[in-house]
């Protein structure tokens, strides 16, 4: 969070324009959490394949945004460098979240 907040503030004061990946960041866990709710048993069926497709699009266009925005020049390389490394480490969070062992309960997304 640290990383997409000073790519609205370090470079270009007052443009918010990073700030959108915070949708990608909410949208991204509710096809597989959708999935999951109806699905009973544990094997893949299309629904929950469907649903890591759809997680996969969100995540690429959580790393998209900030290069077509810097590519259009609205904001710099600096502050979509900063927004692609936000995403890395919040992705790579929940990632390690989702891989942790099931003993857990609730952890086990995959």
């Known amino acids: 969070m640290t990383f997409i907040i ?16 915070f ?3 909410a949208l991204t866990i509710l096809p597989i959490f959708i999935a999951k709710r109806g699905n009973s048993d544990s094997g893949a069926t299309p629904c ?4 890591y497709f759809l997680t ?3 995540v690429l266009s959580a790393f998209a945004l900030p290069v ?6 609205v904001i710099n390389w600096f502050a979509a460098s900063f927004t692609i490394l936000g995403n890395i480490i919040n992705y790579g969070t929940m990632f ?3 891989m942790k062992d099931s003993d857990a309960g609730y952890g086990n997304m995959f």
Do not use: T
Not at 48 to 51: G, K, P, R, V
Not at 68 to 73: F, G, K, N, P, Q
């Open 6 to 21: 000073l790519a609205c503030a370090v470079p270009n004061p007052k443009i918010f324009y990073p700030f959108f990946v």
């Open 56 to 58: 996969a699009g969100l």
């Open 68 to 73: 077509v925005l810097a590519r259009s020049d």
């Open 48 to 51: 929950l394949e469907f649903a």
């Open 23 to 25: 949708l990608f960041y």
């Open 96 to 98: 390690c979240y989702v």
